[in-house]
């Protein structure tokens, strides 16, 4: 039986333009207890450092220049195996529908529209972290079939 | 891409240019003079040449070097304003993080913040609400840097004056709503503009107040009398957010409402996929003007959903005389039940307009599997022509029909 890891454990990447939001991100995961942060204002370095990092949870930014947020998780789609539960939470300031669903429909899990709230966001960390160890942990240490409902 | 590698590229081939033409002409300057000095050039008008060559020489090389110079001290410069935006940075986060800032004492002033801070903490305001939002503001304004703005946006340059309100607008200071609201009554309409975006974006995270006197009535009574583009309102109604429902509903419900505004509200509503205001909606559904029925149809189409209010009057909107209105119903019909919407979509199908035909079409494939029945049957054996291509075309996109049976179905080879 493997023990759960602490959701602090996690390893985060954050992929924003705005070094504001990156610094601001990073302080709040740190001021939670996140030790595992890594992040870039380049969104084309972001594979790079997703193939070097293995991040549990992506936060990613939906407009940038050079390439954008359908742009990052189209390539990343490529790296992430059909039966791996990798999530990516965006924020973006764009709140019309057609972009959630489009973003939705890309590989995001969960949105969170800015300007956002502190609290907000680290609940939706959370959750999204918390669902990914238990897949992770459903994978590796399957539930035995006579105890499976 | 081009700012980090074609600057590079831009110093580098002027610099090969104007050093190639310096030297080229340095080189002609010392034989004029060496000829100069033997006697063999002496006259005077290769003494006039020998000046415009050096003056020539002189000027390329002051340009080069200003050009190298503007590029070094332009690196430098924003390398340091880099370094200083990240030091504030840093700084206003710890600030919105922490806790409140110091109080001030009575009588003491905080000292004016660097333009480098306060560009700072607007990016920073843009990212974060709530709490650290408030503590940011709180700061803003113990500097004094809202009453500074709004100082700057009533009266001087054009250029600062909507500097000045777009930083308003970034700084969400609620103070501030109802200088900016004043300012969509101003002359320029590039300053109606941005004042409309900043106050809408202020609105949008201000807590609702009822009352007739609250944030957003002041609004609402400032936007219908402001002289502003329909998408100039459109971008401010977008920009209220969450906030919108309750704005647009209660500009939906005055009957004194003029069209252009009313369209306005219409299309925001359906962008914002407001589900939960399409009762609301329904009152434009047979308005005299073609375009405010039409807009109101979009919008259901937009919502997918059509209320109880307005099924009526979007069936009668698919007969409609003017063929975008005809559209508009037919799309929306796709979200009636599939006894009400049949009888009203299969005619479509034989409609002159080609858009009329496809969102007909359209519609009734959305319908299920009795939708779906009545454009097999239309593609097989409808009377018109146009009414069976345009049902081939829908079942081939649907994936209801391989293009063999198509190109059968059409007569095409």
């Given at each position: 039986m493997?023990?759960t890891?602490?959701?602090t454990d996690?390893?985060i990447?954050v ?6 939001n990156v ?7 740190e001021?939670?207890g996140?030790r595992n942060?890594k992040s870039v204002t380049?969104?084309?370095?972001a594979?790079?450092?997703y193939?070097?990092?293995?991040p549990?949870?992506v936060?990613?930014d939906?407009?940038?220049?050079k390439?954008d947020?359908f742009?990052?998780?189209?390539l990343?789609e490529?790296r ?9 939470l ?15 429909s890309?590989?995001?899990?969960d949105?969170v ?6 609290t ?6 959370q ?7 238990l897949?992770?942990r459903?994978?590796i240490?399957?539930v035995?079939e006579?105890q499976?409902t | 891409m081009w700012r980090?590698?074609g600057d590079?590229?831009?110093t580098?081939?002027t ?6 033409e310096?030297?080229a ?9 060496l000829g100069?000095?033997t006697g063999?050039?002496s006259?005077?008008?290769e003494?006039?040449?020998l000046?415009?060559?050096i003056s020539?020489?002189s000027?390329?090389?002051m340009?080069?070097?200003?050009l190298?110079?503007?590029?070094f001290i ?6 340091w304003?880099?370094?200083?935006i ?7 986060v710890?600030?919105?993080?922490a806790g ?5 004492e009575?009588?003491?002033r905080?000292?004016k913040?660097?333009r480098?801070a306060v560009?700072?903490v ?7 609400k709530g ?18 703005f709004?100082r700057?946006a ?9 500097d000045a309100i777009e930083a308003l607008?970034k700084?969400r200071l609620?103070d501030t709503l109802?200088d900016l609201l004043?300012?969509l009554?101003h ?6 503009r941005?004042a409309?975006?900043?106050?809408a974006?202020i609105?949008a995270?201000m ?7 609250g944030p957003h009535?002041?609004f609402?009574?400032?936007?219908k009398r402001a002289?502003?583009q329909?998408?100039v309102v ?8 969450t906030r ?7 500009l939906?419900?005055?009957?004194e409402?003029s069209?252009s505004?009313?369209?306005?509200v ?5 962008r ?5 205001m399409a009762d609301?909606l329904?009152g434009?559904?047979?308005h005299?003007?073609?375009e405010?029925r039409?807009?109101?149809f979009r919008?259901?189409?937009r919502?997918g ?10 069936l009668?909107a ?14 929306a ?10 009888p009203?979509?299969e005619?479509r199908?034989?409609d002159?307009?080609w858009?009329?035909?496809r969102a007909a079409a359209g519609s009734l ?12 049957r239309a593609?097989?054996s409808?009377p ?6 345009m049902?081939?075309q829908?079942?081939?996109e649907?994936?209801?029909l391989t293009?063999?049976?198509?190109r059968l179905?059409t007569?095409?080879?």
């Amino acid at each position: 039986m493997l023990s759960t890891p602490r959701l602090t454990d996690a390893r985060i990447l954050v992929v924003d333009d705005e070094r504001v939001n990156v610094v601001l991100l990073e302080r709040i995961l740190e001021q939670d207890g996140y030790r595992n942060v890594k992040s870039v204002t380049d969104p084309t370095e972001a594979v790079a450092l997703y193939d070097q990092f293995e991040p549990d949870l992506v936060l990613l930014d939906l407009h940038m220049p050079k390439l954008d947020g359908f742009g990052v998780m189209k390539l990343l789609e490529d790296r992430i195996s059909s039966d791996t539960f990798l999530p990516i939470l965006i924020l973006t300031a764009d709140i019309r529908p057609e972009i959630k669903r489009r973003a939705l429909s890309a590989g995001a899990k969960d949105f969170v529209t800015k300007p956002f709230d502190r609290t907000e966001v680290l609940l939706r960390i959370q959750n999204l972290l918390e669902t990914r160890f238990l897949h992770l942990r459903v994978r590796i240490d399957p539930v035995p079939e006579g105890q499976a409902t | 891409m081009w700012r980090r590698y074609g600057d590079a590229v831009y110093t580098l081939l002027t610099l090969a240019i104007f050093g190639f033409e310096t030297i080229a002409l340095g080189g002609l300057s010392v034989s004029f003079l060496l000829g100069a000095a033997t006697g063999i050039a002496s006259t005077p008008v290769e003494g006039i040449l020998l000046g415009v060559v050096i003056s020539s020489a002189s000027a390329l090389g002051m340009l080069g070097l200003y050009l190298l110079s503007y590029h070094f001290i332009s690196s430098m410069r924003d390398r340091w304003h880099g370094d200083q935006i990240d030091q504030w940075t840093e700084w206003w986060v710890g600030l919105a993080l922490a806790g409140p800032e110091e109080p001030v004492e009575d009588g003491s002033r905080r000292p004016k913040l660097p333009r480098v801070a306060v560009d700072s903490v607007l990016s920073l305001l843009e990212a974060v609400k709530g709490e650290e939002g408030d503590r940011l503001k709180e700061a803003l304004a113990g500097h004094g840097v809202d009453r500074w703005f709004l100082r700057r946006a009533r009266a001087g340059h054009l250029t600062s004056r909507l500097d000045a309100i777009e930083a308003l607008g970034k700084a969400r200071l609620p103070d501030t709503l109802d200088d900016l609201l004043g300012l969509l009554r101003h002359t320029k309409p590039v300053v109606r503009r941005m004042a409309a975006r900043a106050a809408a974006g202020i609105l949008a995270i201000m807590p609702p107040e009822p009352g007739p006197d609250g944030p957003h009535d002041r609004f609402i009574e400032a936007v219908k009398r402001a002289d502003l583009q329909p998408g100039v309102v459109q971008e401010a109604l977008l920009l209220l957010e969450t906030r919108a429902g309750p704005v647009l509903g209660q500009l939906l419900a005055d009957p004194e409402l003029s069209d252009s505004l009313r369209w306005v509200v219409l299309e925001t509503t359906g962008r914002l996929g407001l589900a939960d205001m399409a009762d609301a909606l329904a009152g434009a559904a047979d308005h005299p003007d073609p375009e405010l029925r039409a807009a109101t149809f979009r919008a259901l189409r937009r919502l997918g959903s059509v209320p109880e209010g307005a099924e009526a009057h979007l069936l009668e909107a698919v007969e409609d005389e003017v063929d975008f209105v005809r559209v508009q119903a037919a799309h929306a019909a796709a979200f009636l039940s599939a006894e009400t919407a049949l009888p009203a979509l299969e005619p479509r199908l034989e409609d002159p307009s080609w858009w009329v035909r496809r969102a007909a079409a359209g519609s009734l494939a959305r319908l299920g599997e009795i939708g779906i029945a009545t454009v097999k049957r239309a593609a097989q054996s409808h009377p018109d022509q146009a009414a069976r291509e345009m049902a081939v075309q829908i079942l081939l996109e649907a994936d209801e029909l391989t293009p063999a049976a198509a190109r059968l179905a059409t007569g095409v080879a």
